[in-house]
């Protein structure tokens, strides 16, 4: 897996000192060019020293962009060998040195300098992009490695001979040449290929996103109503073991990215094919449920650019009954085409089953939201529950940037039971009087289809 891209920015007088004791080294201008440089970075690092010394924020802050920053980086703190706790307490907060020193935050150790493992460590974690604001060793550690893609240097000096002399004295491993302007009141000096600000806050080409869910939580339902607006294609179980589910629509041999041991093969690959294949559509996503291809479930959840639906069904006992009779009958889609000739069996539930059950679901959707809010990113909730509301259709479909003024979205599947728990679980009596979480007697009990 690559590394992050590294764009090192830093400040430093004109005899070449990152640290002016008399003030800022940044003008007002400049200030404004950091925080819209953090805005656009998945994360921002600085040394030990620094940390310990100066305590940053790293952040993105309104005063400083005159407007409501879009999004805050991560914070990363290089600390080696050192011990250093200010400010730690917090998920926002990835540690990485030589020794745990606390367990608030996020760690991945490191082995002297060497910065390979921990920049593979921060790419699995989801940091794609990261801004290097300093100290000096820090700074040279990352240049003497070749670790470093793009480098920006303010200099608060009017003469850009002067301005050159003065990185070059605050790091002597600067790459050269420099390209050099008048900024503020200052020189910028920069090498290596800068994203443009306007070119990254423009919206996608086309959204990718993926439906996070777990069985028998309405997944097929949501996958059918979004299928059904003109300008999204929604796949289903693309990762399901049995085969590739594509959106109904596709089902007629026309769509192709590849047979199941193509996908098993390289699942990473697969999933771009998937996402390539529009066919005119402006969004383009499917679902994947609990245990579905490992690899390709945690490059979904590091990737920044896929948005992400996580789905659940508030009446969890009756995902479990759902899915136990999925289980028995081996049907787990249903749509206005499908058999109902046979009724549902009823079937007994086992308590412990159903709490052990109970406890995984809850492990895997807590465990979602932890790595998103590692990463910093925010996904869309929904509920099973509110699908048919209006309102909920245009929050979903405004997280798509895609057009909110259409009909309401009918889905395409029909309900297999629709009948109260009583009918459908034969020990109903004496799983209620086994349950002793009064929640979990009122999902049972519950008259909600």
């Not at 952040?59 to 962009?65: A, D, P, Q, S, T």
């Not at 250093?84 to 608030?104: E, L, M, N």
């Not at 300098?113 to 000096?136: A, C, F, I």
């Amino acid at each position: 897996m690559p590394r992050p891209f590294v764009h090192i920015n830093f400040a430093t007088t004109s005899s070449g000192d990152m640290a002016d004791r008399s003030g800022p080294i940044s003008c007002k201008r400049d200030w404004t060019r950091v925080h819209e440089l953090r805005e656009r970075y998945d994360a921002v690092a600085v040394g030990a020293r620094t940390w310990k010394c100066d305590n940053p924020r790293l952040n993105v802050r309104e005063e400083r962009l005159g407007r409501e920053p879009r999004q805050q980086p991560l914070r990363v703190v290089f600390l080696g060998g050192h011990r250093c706790t200010a400010g730690f307490a917090d998920p926002q907060t990835i540690v990485i040195g030589t020794d745990r020193h606390s367990d608030a935050v996020t760690y991945f150790r490191s082995y002297g300098r060497e910065l390979s493992r921990p920049l593979d460590s921060l790419r699995q974690h989801g940091v794609r992009t990261m801004l290097v604001e300093g100290g000096p060793t820090l700074i040279r550690s990352f240049l003497q490695q070749g670790a470093a893609d793009a480098v920006t240097v303010y200099v608060r000096c009017g003469c850009v001979d002067t301005a050159a002399r003065a990185v070059r004295a605050a790091v002597p491993e600067m790459p050269q040449p420099l390209r050099a302007e008048r900024f503020g009141e200052g020189v910028l000096l920069s090498s290596g290929h800068v994203p443009d600000a306007a070119t990254t806050a423009q919206k996608p080409e086309h959204v990718r996103f993926a439906i996070i869910a777990a069985p028998r939580t309405g997944s097929n339902m949501l996958c059918t109503m979004l299928n059904a607006h003109p300008e999204i294609l929604c796949h289903h179980e693309i990762f399901n073991p049995g085969g590739i589910l594509y959106a109904l629509d596709h089902r007629d041999g026309r769509y192709d990215p590849g047979s199941p041991d193509d996908r098993d093969r390289d699942p990473i690959g697969f999933l771009h094919r998937v996402f390539s294949h529009r066919c005119g559509r402006n969004a383009v996503g499917f679902k994947i449920n609990r245990g579905q291809n490992e690899a390709a479930f945690h490059e979904i959840l590091i990737d920044r650019d896929i948005r992400k639906i996580i789905l659940r069904r508030r009446n969890r006992v009756k995902s479990f009954v759902s899915e136990t009779i999925a289980e028995r009958t081996g049907q787990w889609e249903s749509y206005e085409f499908s058999d109902f000739s046979r009724p549902s069996p009823a079937v007994e539930i086992d308590v412990n089953r159903l709490c052990g059950y109970l406890a995984a679901t809850d492990a895997y959707y807590a465990a979602i939201d932890k790595q998103l809010q590692a990463t910093g990113q925010e996904a869309l909730q929904v509920a099973y529950e509110d699908l048919g509301s209006e309102i909920e259709q245009r929050r979903m479909l405004s997280y798509l940037d895609v057009s909110a003024s259409v009909p309401a979205l009918i889905p395409a599947t029909r309900k297999r039971n629709r009948t109260e728990l009583r009918s459908l679980v034969s020990n109903f009596d004496g799983l209620r009087a086994a349950l002793s979480n009064a929640e979990l007697v009122e999902q049972l009990e519950s008259r909600e289809f």
